[in-house]
């Protein structure tokens, strides 16, 4: 079973787009809609905004549906000249850039008590993601689309809508994140403890600056698009 946790409705409208014999399901508070796509079995969940429910909801799908994958997807800011609205990140590791113990010796990132600062996805996900990327621009090139651009990197989640070219700073620095966001570390953090691979793919939806709360606004539904594209060729080719 293939697991997608999105933090918005707008960013899971456009994936659950398909999906045959339909049930759903509420625990801790969050509703999953089971189902097929393409062949699959998949379990879909909005978890709501931040790195709690993030967590509480990733949590409630493996002790309840035991996916073998959880895919989180949605919209980032940008940190990299590299990218622009609607272009696309495969996270290769993530890390929490509000998780700070500095004080007492831990670098900023690291949890206490825990060797754990950044979560690598897993590589085969990667790869898979990589593969359905080039097969999605095959077909938009067909259909005279724009190819979509993407880049690999480390992905900073924080309980921050980062809106503040100090704070973008600061992130890139310690982190070298090329997108900051609010779940995804949570999600990775959550996986990793329970040993289920996992992968993070999110579509620039603003640039993570002063501007950022009218970029959001304008360019969200078209970040999310994007991503569903992506994700609904992973479904299709995932076990094949």
């Known amino acids: ?77 940008s940190l990299s000249t590299d990218l622009s609205i609607g272009d696309i990140v495969m996270a290769e590791q993530l890390v929490q850039h509000d998780m700070d ?37 095959l077909e938009r090139e067909k259909e005279g689309k724009k190819a979509l651009h993407a880049i690999k990197g480390t992905v900073a989640s924080g309980d921050i809508f980062v809106a503040d070219s100090g704070l973008k700073k600061s992130i890139v620095d310690e982190f070298q994140a090329v997108a900051c966001e609010m779940e995804g570390a949570a999600i990775a953090q959550v996986c990793c403890v329970n040993e289920i691979r996992f992968g993070v793919v999110r579509a620039i939806s603003d640039s993570a600056n002063e501007s ?27 076990g094949k």
């Open 1 to 77: 079973m293939i697991g997608i946790i999105c933090a918005m409705e707008l960013e899971i409208e456009k994936i659950r787009v398909g999906m045959t014999d339909v049930t759903e399901e509420k625990h801790a508070g969050v509703v999953y809609t089971l189902g097929k796509k393409k062949g699959a079995d998949v379990v879909m969940a909005v978890s709501g905004a931040g790195k709690v429910f993030a967590a509480i909801c990733t949590q409630a799908m493996i002790d309840n549906f035991h996916p073998e994958v959880i895919l989180n997807v949605g919209v980032a800011g």
């Open 101 to 137: 113990v500095t004080a007492l010796g831990l670098k900023k990132g690291q949890l206490y008590g825990s060797d754990y600062r950044f979560f690598p996805a897993n590589s085969k996900v990667i790869d898979l993601i990589k593969e359905c990327l080039e097969l999605v621009n």
């Open 212 to 238: 950022s709360t009218m970029d959001f606004g304008e360019f969200c539904k078209m970040a999310a698009d994007n991503t569903a594209e992506l994700v609904d060729m992973f479904i299709g080719r995932y």
